[in-house]
């Protein structure tokens, strides 16, 4: 049968082989091989190989196969490891898996026959990333549907990624969905205002440089966190939602450290790339699991730079570690304000939101932002985005001007404030890029608020956290007040006259007592160790008591 076919391959197309492949490929040429041969099938689809999808972040490639399904089902798109593709077994298995009922029952001569049919020629490699935003290789911004580079927008090709200049590029992270078909209007600002005051603008102006800020990292080595709190009832919440909105997430605030282990908190950090990472109610007490309790601000103190989000090591026999860079910007929401090191509070712009600006009709004009969905004013991000470079110079422009105003204060001394504060004031300058109606007026409101904003954070910086101080102020006040069976200094038990020794139940017990404030110890032990007004020495110290013959679990400060 075989001599046959050549004999008529011959006659019909000569004996030139690149011939003979042509006239096999036309439909008389299928015609007559069928004629000499027998077809059996060996799967329901056909895959057709595209391209090699390279992750060099994670160190990882699969191939992707566009999928044809012979029951007239829609094609579509999927991704195999390599190790899916070296026999028929794991072929037929991952068909199974990641197709609408494909399988595969060829043998293993079939199979490496048509594996040298799609890897035996050049093969088209594209890169992924393992987080959305932008990407700065490229200085391009990758989403699920759309690019975004040199202010212009890029669709996804329907191999499913974009091509920029010669690179083929796709984000390779499902968990969050960005609209970037929304609509955008300059003309709900005012009304923004309205509602949420210069607090609610500051917000804005934050999420906006977060859109910018590894431009802004690589000039000038850092950017601001943001910290919003407010009391019940305020917006804070209506804010966030709204600017996420804006960017195209809807029904989403931020995450819970709390509710999040290590490993989660450590992918949160790292899945977005100029993009806002909103940390929500984390200062809550009194959760049962104390691995839970252990986080602490003061490990993101180096996202400040956009270094390090953890170090992890690499499943390999060598001693190779990993560590993905903090490529974001951080927002830190809850209803109290955060404390730490003085390192850390130098790193926060602090915006508080109240209801003092609230009018009887402000209540409506707020539930309009509650009711917008991404699609409606998504577009702000593409807006943003499409105005990148008039954005980053009128920030630039400004900057330079409010750091210096602000720097000649004879209120501010702390150059790191200065920064950061007239850095989200200039944000809020390039708002004018995408809003006419934010002029001069809303420019020096917004830096005279901040300006504010960064004199009370020096002023923090100096003093305790108000709860420290309330405790002190408490102390000493039940120290002085009729002594116990005639002991002076009865909540200290330190016999050296350098030290104090308290006990937190003894203390809680005599506040009953007299009718003082009974404070939360678990929000005390918290501050403890940041105290200024007495130094923190150490905690669940054995002290034996100059009161009593007995001994306690003392905290111990310097007097």
């Known amino acids: 049968m075989k001599e046959e076919l050549h004999k008529t391959l011959v006659q019909e197309a000569g004996e030139d082989t690149k011939d003979r492949y042509d006239y096999l490929r036309s439909e008389r040429g299928r015609d007559v091989f069928r004629l000499y041969g027998t077809v059996s099938q060996i799967s329901n689809v056909l895959p057709k190989f595209l391209y090699l999808e390279c992750d060099a972040i994670m160190d990882e490639q699969r191939y992707v196969f566009e999928i044809n399904y012979s029951n007239g089902a829609p094609k579509e798109t999927i991704r195999l490891e390599g190790s899916a593709i070296t026999e028929p077994k794991t072929f037929h298995k991952a068909l199974l898996s990641k197709t609408g009922g494909g399988t595969f029952y060829g043998s293993a001569g079939?199979?490496?026959?048509?594996?040298?049919?799609?890897?035996?020629?050049?093969?088209?490699?594209?890169?992924?990333?393992?987080?959305?935003?932008?990407?700065?290789?490229?200085?391009?911004?990758?989403?699920?549907?759309?690019?975004?580079?040199?202010?212009?927008?890029?669709?996804?090709?329907?191999?499913?990624?974009?091509?920029?200049?010669?690179?083929?590029?796709?984000?390779?992270?499902?968990?969050?969905e960005i609209n970037t078909s929304g609509k955008f209007s300059p003309d709900w600002l005012t009304d923004y205002a309205k509602a949420f005051h210069w607090q609610g603008i500051a917000a804005l102006a934050f999420f906006l440089g977060s859109l910018f800020v590894q431009q802004i990292r690589l000039?000038?080595?850092?950017?601001?966190?943001?910290?919003?709190?407010?009391?019940?009832?305020?917006?804070k919440?209506?804010?966030?939602?709204?600017?996420?909105?804006?960017?195209?997430?809807?029904?989403?605030?931020?995450f819970d450290l709390l509710k999040a282990t290590q490993a989660g908190r450590r992918r949160a950090f790292s899945q977005v790339s100029?993009?806002?990472?909103?940390?929500?109610?984390?200062?809550?007490?009194?959760?049962?699991?104390?691995?839970?309790?252990?986080?602490?601000?003061?490990?993101?103190?180096?996202?400040?730079?956009?270094?390090?989000?953890?170090?992890?090591?690499v499943a390999t026999r060598s001693n190779a570690?990993?560590?993905?860079?903090?490529?974001?910007?951080?927002?830190?929401?809850?209803?109290?304000?955060?404390?730490?090191?003085?390192?850390?509070?130098?790193?926060?712009?602090?915006?508080?939101?109240?209801?003092?600006?609230?009018t009887p009709g402000s209540r409506e004009i707020a539930r309009w932002f509650e009711?917008?969905?991404?699609?409606?004013?998504?577009?702000?991000?593409?807006?943003?985005?499409?105005?990148?470079?008039?954005?980053?110079?009128?920030?630039?422009?400004?900057?330079?001007?409010?750091?210096?105003?602000?720097?000649?204060?004879?209120?501010?001394?702390?150059?790191?404030?200065?920064?950061?504060?007239a850095q989200v004031a200039a944000c809020g300058c390039a708002l004018s890029v995408l809003f006419p109606v934010f002029d001069q007026k809303w420019r020096d409101g917004l830096e005279e608020y901040l300006l504010g904003r960064a004199i009370k954070r020096e002023?923090?910086?100096?003093?305790?956290?108000?709860?420290?101080?309330?405790?002190?102020?408490?102390?000493?006040?039940?120290?002085?007040?009729?002594?116990?069976?005639?002991?002076?200094?009865?909540?200290?038990?330190?016999?050296?006259?350098?030290?104090?020794?308290?006990?937190?139940?003894?203390?809680?017990?005599?506040?009953?007592?007299?009718?003082?404030?009974?404070?939360?110890?678990?929000?005390?032990?918290?501050?403890?160790?940041?105290?200024?007004?007495?130094?923190?020495?150490?905690?669940?110290?054995?002290?034996?008591?100059?009161?009593?013959?007995?001994?306690?679990?003392?905290?111990?400060?310097?007097?």
């Not at 804010?239 to 809807?250: N, P, Q, S, T």
């Not at 910007?329 to 404390?339: F, G, P, R, S, W």
């Not at 030290?499 to 203390?507: C, E, G, K, T």
């Open 110 to 176: 079939n199979l490496k026959y048509l594996i040298g049919h799609w890897l035996g020629n050049k093969i088209l490699k594209i890169s992924s990333v393992p987080y959305i935003g932008y990407v700065p290789e490229l200085k391009a911004y990758v989403f699920q549907k759309h690019a975004y580079c040199g202010g212009k927008e890029i669709p996804i090709n329907e191999h499913d990624y974009f091509e920029i200049g010669k690179q083929g590029i796709k984000t390779g992270l499902a968990g969050i």
């Open 237 to 254: 919440s209506t804010i966030l939602e709204f600017l996420w909105k804006c960017l195209g997430r809807d029904e989403y605030e931020g």
């Open 371 to 421: 009711r917008q969905r991404a699609e409606d004013v998504g577009g702000f991000l593409t807006a943003a985005l499409k105005a990148e470079s008039a954005i980053l110079d009128e920030y630039r422009k400004a900057f330079v001007e409010i750091e210096a105003r602000y720097s000649a204060s004879e209120a501010l001394r702390n150059e790191r404030v200065i920064k950061n504060h």
């Open 219 to 235: 000039e000038q080595k850092s950017f601001p966190f943001f910290e919003l709190t407010g009391e019940p009832g305020a917006g």
């Open 321 to 358: 570690t990993e560590e993905h860079l903090f490529q974001g910007a951080l927002l830190i929401a809850q209803n109290a304000e955060v404390d730490g090191s003085e390192a850390l509070l130098q790193r926060i712009v602090h915006c508080h939101a109240d209801k003092k600006h609230h």
């Open 274 to 313: 100029n993009l806002p990472v909103v940390i929500i109610e984390s200062d809550r007490d009194g959760e049962k699991d104390a691995k839970q309790r252990q986080f602490g601000f003061d490990e993101m103190k180096p996202f400040f730079n956009g270094r390090g989000t953890g170090t992890l090591g």
């Open 459 to 559: 002023r923090r910086l100096l003093a305790d956290h108000p709860l420290l101080e309330q405790f002190w102020d408490q102390f000493d006040y039940l120290n002085d007040i009729s002594t116990e069976k005639g002991k002076p200094d009865r909540l200290n038990h330190a016999t050296d006259d350098a030290v104090i020794a308290v006990n937190l139940n003894h203390f809680m017990e005599l506040s009953r007592s007299a009718g003082q404030t009974v404070f939360d110890t678990q929000a005390l032990k918290k501050l403890f160790p940041n105290c200024k007004r007495h130094k923190f020495i150490e905690n669940n110290k054995v002290i034996w008591s100059k009161h009593e013959n007995r001994s306690y679990k003392c905290w111990v400060f310097k007097k």
